[in-house]
């Protein structure tokens, strides 16, 4: 099936190149390395030391997003990336496997 997407379709290609290279999965591997054996499976429950490395997590994931976002086209903003990512959903849904990885690591009882 041809790509019927466009320009949303190739930002959000971009989008995933990114977050499958090395230097992003090194980065995410690197974090649960460090930090995974704090983390219990046992219960719901964490604890607010585990709250707040999701939390500095969650905002070393931002900033390496906003850096690829201001490495884009002039322009290019938030609403823009999500606004591509509906179409992309719409048109590709097969195409987004590191975008629902960093959305889910967007929320902190997915983490």
Same mark, same amino acid.
């Given at each position: !099936? ?8 190739? @930002? #959000?290609?971009?989008? *995933? /190149? ?5 230097? %992003? +999965?090194?980065? =995410?591997? /690197? ?7 704090? %983390?219990?499976? &046992? $219960?719901?429950?964490? $604890? =607010? ?6 939390? +500095?997590?969650?905002?070393?994931? /931002?900033?390496? @997003?906003?850096?690829?976002?201001? &490495?884009?086209?002039?322009?290019? +903003?938030?609403? !823009? #990336? =999500? ?6 959903? *719409? ?5 987004? $496997?590191? #975008?629902?990885? @960093? ?5 902190? +009882? /997915?983490?």
């Amino acid at each position: !099936m041809p790509n019927q997407c466009g320009a949303p379709c190739r @930002l #959000i290609g971009k989008l *995933e /190149d990114f977050c499958s290279s090395g230097e %992003f +999965t090194t980065f =995410l591997s /690197d974090f649960a390395a460090e930090h995974a054996v704090k %983390f219990t499976y &046992e $219960s719901e429950e964490q $604890s =607010l030391e585990c709250y707040s490395l999701w939390q +500095t997590f969650k905002n070393m994931v /931002d900033e390496r @997003l906003q850096q690829f976002i201001s &490495e884009q086209v002039e322009g290019v +903003t938030n609403d !823009m #990336i =999500l606004e591509s990512l509906e179409r992309v959903k *719409e048109a590709e849904p097969g195409m987004l $496997s590191c #975008i629902d990885y @960093l959305m889910a690591c967007s929320e902190y +009882t /997915d983490f």
